[in-house]
């Protein structure tokens, strides 16, 4: 009997042995993730085992959110921790929330116990898990006594040991095999995957999945039958598992967009299928025409709630300068979405035509003698190149196009002013000619516009100059008058209509004329600003008034700026012993990045620089100087050495630029020596003089200052030593030029001169006049002088050219001239002489009234 027990025992142990490693292997099955979990679980059920339930309810509610967060089907551990949850809040007397896990343990997952836990002594557990009905009594206990000791239930063992022969027998009986179909659709979360798996009869197959961002509709058929999305497959035969979704599409209420220029419109937007969670999309324009753009609801949220109700984008087409119809691609996307992609096309509202700046005036009236400039333009830009024929179809004989009779524009031209110069020739009629100039290309309205010759006696703007040349960062001025009385006061307004941005008016903007000033100059002044740049800008300046043609004037920058390097001297010093800086920048706004090199060609050994110096300027930084140390070295001899530095571009320009450094030895020297070369003591100067200064020392000149009537007016430190002194702004008469050389150790010497300025207009008048009334051939004389020198003297009578003196320069002028009187009718003329200096300034004009009797 005994040999039988010991026998049923090691079967059972067998058995035991057998169940743990099939459990064993059952957990290798799952990722390292999961045997953390069953670790935890285990780590719990042996925390409640030891009555420590704070810490195992603690276990149990962080492996819970694992699974829930991570997605884990895990349904066996999952029923377990709720079961052995609610045994804990039994024992807490928390009745409620025993409940609640004890029917999600069971109906849930269908799990009533937790291997190697004995939860039968807890009431709840029978009643919710095994269906007792719960006890209406208690057992009494008689106070002094205690309970009978049980016996050891040695039946149960040998029942046990009899169950667990049976399992052991069903263990090892082989079972059937079905397979389990997946078939999945994209846009699926979860498992199984899609494929055939074999699984033993009688097994139970979790599943659960959802819906990835972008898909609806997740429907989950078993053998074509519809269940839930998460659930258990009994495997009882083959069985098929298929699990669809269809993609969330954009949905728009039109196909297409057209938007007229200058205006906006609506694009209504919504989703095919009710997505999952809030879905954000962006409407941005993809391609094409940037005029095209999305102003308002360019993000769009899409939640559950709202998401076949269509929401609205604003789209606008900025006005361009073009006249082409444009177009662009609208695109509507969101990350895990198909973009969906609309064409937009702009309706452009630009009608290509010629305009000019006398587009205001009916008529273009022409001074007789005069030129007339209409600028030109396109309103917007061509497709293609506009060849454009300028022509006169009919009208005066006297006006003609003496420039710009051919014109073309292209796209990046075609809102640049072009010149089309008219000119109006003296004829012997008082008739104000009229003529038609037409602008024509192919494709095109012709513009027409209507020319008037001004006669000789029309009021009109009057200037000295019809270009104006402005050095950069400097002033000059052009003068202003009318042509003849006016009938009432005249206001004039000057405004620079075209042209570069530096170049300014800045004084004279608006003139007053009335019948006293009408005919005296008025100044109006013009300035280039200091740019950046090394380019020549130019600018066109009006001049109008209420019933007065308009004129213009043409003013050029005169650059000052170009691309060189700048250094604090041609030429350094540095005492022996010590270092001294080379401080290098460029002089104007380069195009692109300059990379520079520093190298000593030769000279004294003592004379170092670093090797393989190299500077960087760019856009950003040109205009600040960068820093090179040079040293000079202890010698023994007295001598001043000199070495050459080399500063040169890896590509020009700049242009290379030598620096000569001289070693100083210890002792000041002799003072330096300066001169004046140019203008010489005495000399008239008008305009801008250029004052040239000779200076040397034995140690180098520092620098040389220029006094202008003992006022400091320059400091140059590099030679040749030179100051552009210009004139116009100070009175005529005797000045006084003084230069200053002073040395390294600043000792001085100084030189003065004095000269003239002259920068008065020439004057004119009629001499030794004849006694009136005048017949047959009498002489006039005209009187002209000049500080400078006059060049020519112009006669007119009644305005027409008579007679002219050109053989000038001189200072002083008589110019006597025989009048046949014979070829004017009898009665009153005006007589008048204008003389012009060599500078081009004319005089005021010298009239007398004479009166030929024949």
């Not at 049980?150 to 040998?158: E, I, Q, S, Y």
């Amino acid at each position: 009997m005994k040999n039988k027990y010991k026998t049923l025992l090691k079967k059972s142990i067998s058995i035991l042995i057998i169940i743990t490693f099939v459990f064993q292997i059952e957990l290798f099955q799952f990722s390292q993730e999961d045997d953390e979990i069953n670790r935890q679980f285990h780590k719990a059920v042996d925390r409640y085992l030891n009555g420590q339930l704070v810490d195992a309810k603690s276990r149990l509610d962080r492996i819970i959110a694992i699974i829930a967060e991570k997605e884990l089907i895990r349904d066996e551990i999952l029923g377990q921790c709720y079961l052995l949850m609610a045994a804990i809040n039994e024992q807490e007397e928390k009745p409620d929330l025993a409940e609640e896990n004890y029917k999600k343990a069971k109906d849930g997952f269908g799990i009533t116990a937790v291997a190697g836990v004995d939860l039968e002594p807890l009431p709840l557990y029978r009643q919710f898990i095994k269906g007792e009905k719960p006890k209406t009594g208690g057992q009494i206990s008689i106070e002094g006594k205690s309970p009978a000791k049980k016996k050891f239930p040695w039946f149960l063992v040998a029942g046990g040991a009899v169950v667990l022969t049976i399992l052991a027998a069903l263990v090892f009986k082989k079972k059937a095999q079905y397979d389990l179909t997946v078939t999945r659709t994209p846009g699926i979360n979860g498992s199984p995957d899609a494929g055939t798996f074999p699984y033993k009869k009688g097994s139970k197959i979790s599943y659960q999945y959802s819906l990835q961002e972008g898909y609806a509709n997740l429907v989950v058929r078993l053998d074509g039958v519809s269940v839930p999305t998460q659930g258990t497959v009994l495997i009882d035969s083959n069985h098929t598992l298929a699990v669809s979704t269809e993609s969330i599409l954009f949905e728009t209420d039109k196909d297409d967009i057209r938007i007229t220029e200058g205006q906006s419109t609506t694009l209504g937007i919504k989703l095919s299928g009710k997505p999952t969670g809030n879905v954000n999309a962006t409407v941005a324009r993809y391609s094409g025409d940037e005029d095209i753009n999305v102003v308002s609801g360019s993000d769009l949220l899409f939640a559950p709630e709202n998401w076949n109700v269509y929401q609205y984008v604003t789209l606008f087409a900025n006005p361009d300068p073009d006249a082409e119809d444009g177009n662009a691609v609208i695109r509507i996307s969101a990350p895990a979405y198909t973009s969906k992609d609309i064409p937009a096309q702009e309706i452009d509202i630009d009608v290509l035509r010629f305009i000019t700046d006398q587009d205001h005036l009916e008529k273009i009236t022409i001074p007789e003698g005069n030129t007339a400039v209409i600028q030109t333009r396109l309103s917007a830009m061509p497709a293609s190149t506009v060849n454009a024929s300028v022509t006169l179809v009919n009208g005066d004989t006297d006006i003609s196009i003496t420039s710009g009779s051919t014109l073309t524009f292209t796209s990046s031209n075609w809102n640049t002013p072009q010149p089309i110069a008219v000119r109006a020739a003296e004829d012997p009629d008082i008739d104000s000619g009229t003529a038609t100039l037409r602008i024509a290309a192919p494709g095109l309205s012709d513009k027409d516009i209507v020319l008037q010759e001004g006669e000789n006696d029309v009021l009109q703007f009057l200037t000295n100059l019809d270009e104006i040349r402005v050095p950069e960062s400097e002033t000059v001025s052009f003068q202003v008058k009318l042509s003849a009385l006016p009938h009432s006061d005249v206001t004039a307004t000057i405004i620079k209509v075209s042209g570069d941005n530096d170049i300014q008016i800045v004084s004279g903007s608006t003139l007053f004329f009335n019948s006293t000033n009408y005919n005296i100059y008025q100044a109006v002044s013009v300035q280039a600003m200091k740019d950046g740049d090394a380019e020549e800008g130019s600018a066109t300046i009006r001049i109008s008034g209420t019933g007065l043609p308009d004129k213009t004037i043409n003013a050029k920058e005169i650059e000052k700026d170009i691309l060189q390097f700048i250094t604090n001297g041609n030429k350094l010093e540095i005492e022996e012993e010590k270092e001294t800086t080379l401080l290098i920048r460029l002089s104007a706004l380069p195009t692109s990045q300059v990379t520079v090199h520093v190298t000593k060609l030769n000279g004294d050994p003592n004379i170092t620089v670093p090797d393989d110096v190299t500077l960087i300027f760019t856009p950003a930084n040109y205009n600040v100087s960068q820093p090179v140390t040079i040293a000079a070295a202890k010698d023994e001899d007295i001598d001043a050495g000199s070495a050459t530095l080399l500063i040169k571009a890896e590509s020009s320009p700049p242009a290379p630029k030598e620096i000569i450094v001289t070693e100083v030895d210890n002792g000041p020297g002799l003072p330096p020596n300066v001169t004046i070369k140019s203008p010489k003591n005495g000399d008239t100067v008008y305009d801008d003089v250029t004052i040239q200064a000779v200076a040397d020392d034995d140690f180098g000149v520092k620098m040389v200052e220029f006094y202008i009537d003992s006022i400091l007016a320059f400091t140059d430190k590099n030679s040749p030593y030179t100051y552009t002194w210009s004139t116009r702004l100070i009175p005529d008469g005797p000045h006084q030029i003084k230069v200053v050389a002073s040395d390294m150790v600043l000792q001085k010497d100084e030189n003065e001169i004095t000269v003239s300025v002259a920068d008065s207009l020439p004057t004119a008048y009629f001499d030794q006049l004849p006694s009136l009334p005048l017949n047959g051939i009498v002489k006039i004389t005209v009187n002209a002088s000049d500080y400078r020198a006059v060049q020519s003297i112009q006669v007119y009578i009644d305005n027409v050219p008579l007679t002219s003196w050109s053989e000038g320069p001189q200072r002083n002028v008589s110019f006597t001239f025989d009048f046949n009187t014979l070829g004017f009718t009898n009665g009153t003329h005006v007589m008048k002489a204008v003389a012009i200096d060599s500078a081009g300034q004319p005089s005021e004009p010298a009239e007398v009234s004479i009166i030929i009797q024949n």
